[in-house]
C-alpha cells in the first residue's frame, strides 16, 4: 500500500446563498495549503463542496419559488463551482450532500451508531437558530438573539433521536490535552476544552418539523439533523464503510483520517467537539487536526450578507486580480486571527510589494538580459550570500506553511525577495554594463538575480499560480518542467536556472491599478 495522502478539507458551505468573500478566504487557504504539499512531493487529496439540506436551504428554495434540489443545482452550477474555478482552486473533489454516495454512506453511518447503542428518542425543547441549524445554549445568546446572527431563536419541542455526544466529553478532553495540535490556533483549543469541561448535553440528530434532508432509516417520518448529516461528508467522500477491497475502500485507506479540517471559528464546536465524537463511537480515527482561522471583519462586524456587509470576491478581483486576491488575504492577517479588509491596505499592499518589489524585479531582469545578453541567460554563477538566504528562507517558509503560518511564510518569501531588489541595487548592472571590461562581472550579476527570481517564482506558485507560471515561461524555465512539479526540498540547489535560456518579454505582472479600470 503507498503511503497515506496528505488530506485537507474545506467546510461544505452552505447553499442558502451565494458566496462571499469569507467563503473564499478559507477555500483559498485550503488551496494554497494543498499546493505547497504537492510542490513537497506528496500525494494530496483536497476536498471541498457545498451542505444542502436544512432548514434554512429550504426556506431559501420556497422564497425563491423552486423546490430545493431546484435551488441547490442552480447555486451549485451558476456561482459555487464558477467561483473556485475563477480563483485557480485546485480541489480534487467537489461534494455535495444531496449526492447517493453520501445519503447512502450516511445511513450506514446513522445505523451503525444505533446498532451500537449511541442513538436513542427523546423529547427536546429549547432554543433554536435557524441561521446555525442549531440549538442553543444561554451563554450563546444575547436579548435572546444568536450572537452569531443577530437574529431572535424560536422555541421549539420536538420528540426526536439523540446521540449520546456527552458520553464522549472526557475523551475528547484528553485527547486534546495530550495532542494539542489536534485543535488549533491555542485560543480555539482553550475553548473547546472549557466548553467540554462545563459539562456537554447529548444532541439531537433528527428532525421531524420539515422534510429536507436524508431520512432516518428507521424512522422515515424524520430527516438526519443538517449537521450530523454535513459534518459526515469528510469521510463519506473518501470511501467511509465500503468493502476494503473495493475502490471506496482503498481511497479510504489512503485518505484517512483527515489531515486538517479548515473551519471558520463559528462552527468550531461542531468540528472539534460532534464530529470526532461520533467518529470515536464508530470505532473510526480522528482528524489529524482542526483548525480554525478567524472572521473577515468590515466596520469591525464579521462579513455578512443579511447585515449588508458580505462582498462578492468578484468585487476584488475584477480590480485586483486573481492572484493579489489569494495574495493578500494570506499576507495581511495572522491565519487563526480576526482581520479587517480594507480597501487601502490591500490598494498599498499591492502597489508596494506585488507591483514594486516583485513585479518590477521580475520585469528590470528580464529588460537587462535582453538588453546586454541578447536575451539569454548567461553562464552559471553564484553568489554566496544569495545562495545562502535562498537556503534559510526556504527552511523558513516551508515550516510556516505547513503549520498554516500563511503570514509568516509568506513574509519570509518577500523578505528574499527585498534583498535580491537590493542586491540588484547595490551591484548597479546598468553602470557596470557602460565597462566592456566588466562584461563577467555584469553576467553574474544578472544569472544570480535571475537564479533568484528562478525560486521566487517557484516558493510563490502555491500562493499566486497564474502569475508565476507567466514568469516561469518569461524566464525561459520551462526546460525545467512545470512549475508546479518542482519541489520544495529541490528548491535552493543553487544554479537550475540553465545557461542559454532565451527569455522573453510578457505582460506586466501587477499592472498599475488605474491601468485595470
Known amino acids: 500500500m503507498s503511503e497515506k495522502d496528505f488530506y485537507l478539507t474545506t467546510p461544505i458551505y452552505y447553499v442558502n446563498d451565494a458566496p462571499h468573500i469569507g467563503h473564499a478566504y478559507t477555500t483559498v487557504a485550503g488551496d ?6 504537492r510542490q513537497r512531493g506528496e ?4 476536498l471541498t463542496g457545498t451542505d444542502e439540506h436544512g432548514e434554512k436551504v429550504m426556506n431559501a428554495a420556497k422564497s425563491n419559488n423552486v423546490s430545493p434540489q431546484e435551488w441547490c443545482d442552480r447555486l451549485v452550477e451558476n456561482a459555487w463551482k464558477p467561483l473556485w474555478k475563477s480563483l485557480n482552486i485546485a480541489n480534487d473533489d467537489f461534494i455535495r450532500t444531496t449526492e447517493e454516495r453520501h445519503e447512502v454512506r450516511v445511513q450506514a453511518f446513522l ?7 449511541y442513538i436513542y ?4 425543547e429549547g432554543p433554536y437558530c435557524i441561521g446555525c441549524e442549531e440549538f ?8 435572546n438573539k444568536c450572537k452569531i446572527h443577530g437574529r431572535p431563536v424560536e422555541m421549539l419541542s420536538e420528540e426526536n433521536w439523540f446521540f449520546k455526544l456527552s458520553e464522549f466529553a472526557p475523551k475528547l478532553i484528553e485527547h486534546y490535552k495530550k495532542n494539542p495540535s489536534a485543535c488549533e490556533p491555542e485560543s480555539a483549543r482553550n475553548e473547546v476544552i472549557s466548553f467540554l469541561e462545563s459539562g456537554v448535553k447529548d444532541l439531537s440528530i433528527s428532525r421531524s418539523t420539515f422534510d429536507w434532508g436524508i ?5 422515515t417520518k424524520q430527516v438526519v439533523y443538517v449537521w450530523f448529516d454535513a459534518l459526515l461528508n469528510y469521510a463519506t467522500a473518501v470511501g467511509w464503510g465500503d468493502e476494503a477491497t473495493s475502490a471506496g475502500g482503498k481511497k479510504y485507506v489512503k485518505s484517512w483520517p483527515a489531515d486538517v479540517h479548515l473551519v471558520g471559528k463559528d462552527i468550531l464546536r461542531f468540528h472539534a467537539v460532534i464530529w470526532p465524537a461520533m467518529l470515536m463511537a464508530a470505532g473510526a480515527p480522528v482528524p489529524g487536526k482542526v483548525f480554525a482561522h478567524g472572521w ?3 466596520g469591525g462586524e464579521k462579513m455578512s450578507k443579511s447585515k449588508l456587509t458580505g462582498i462578492a470576491p468578484s468585487q476584488i478581483t475584477d480590480y485586483f486580480g486573481v492572484d493579489a486576491f489569494r495574495y493578500y488575504f494570506l499576507r495581511a492577517i495572522p491565519f487563526g486571527s480576526d482581520g479587517s479588509f480594507s480597501w487601502e491596505d490591500m490598494q498599498a499592499r499591492y502597489t508596494s510589494e506585488l507591483a514594486n518589489d516583485f513585479g518590477n524585479l521580475a520585469s528590470r531582469l528580464i529588460a537587462m538580459v535582453e538588453k546586454y545578453c541578447d536575451g539569454v541567460i548567461p553562464a552559471v554563477a553564484n553568489d554566496s550570500e544569495l545562495s545562502y538566504l535562498l537556503n534559510e528562507t526556504v527552511v523558513a517558509a516551508d515550516k510556516s506553511m505547513v503549520a498554516l503560518d500563511f503570514q509568516g511564510g509568506i513574509t519570509s518569501i518577500m523578505e528574499f525577495c527585498k534583498r535580491v531588489n537590493g542586491y540588484v541595487t547595490e551591484k548597479e548592472p546598468w553602470s557596470i ?11 553574474s550579476v544578472l544569472y544570480n538575480t535571475a537564479e533568484s527570481i528562478r525560486a521566487l517564482a517557484v516558493l510563490l506558485h502555491p500562493v499566486m499560480p497564474e502569475t508565476t507560471e507567466k514568469l516561469w515561461d518569461s524566464l525561459g524555465a520551462t526546460s525545467l518542467g512545470p512549475i508546479g512539479k518542482q519541489k520544495i526540498s529541490e528548491l535552493s540547489k543553487w544554479g537550475q536556472l540553465p545557461s542559454g535560456s532565451r527569455v522573453t518579454k510578457g505582460a506586466v505582472l501587477f499592472p498599475r491599478l488605474e491601468e485595470t479600470k
Open 32 to 37: 494554497v495549503l494543498t499546493r505547497w504539499h
Open 43 to 46: 500525494g494530496v487529496w483536497f
Open 111 to 117: 445505523q451503525l451508531l444505533k446498532d451500537k447503542g
Open 121 to 124: 428518542l427523546d423529547k427536546y
Open 136 to 143: 442553543k445554549l444561554p451563554g450563546d445568546l444575547e436579548d
Open 215 to 219: 431520512k432516518v432509516p428507521w424512522d
Open 296 to 298: 473577515l471583519l468590515v
Open 433 to 443: 554594463a557602460k565597462d566592456p571590461e566588466r562584461n563577467s562581472e555584469l553576467n
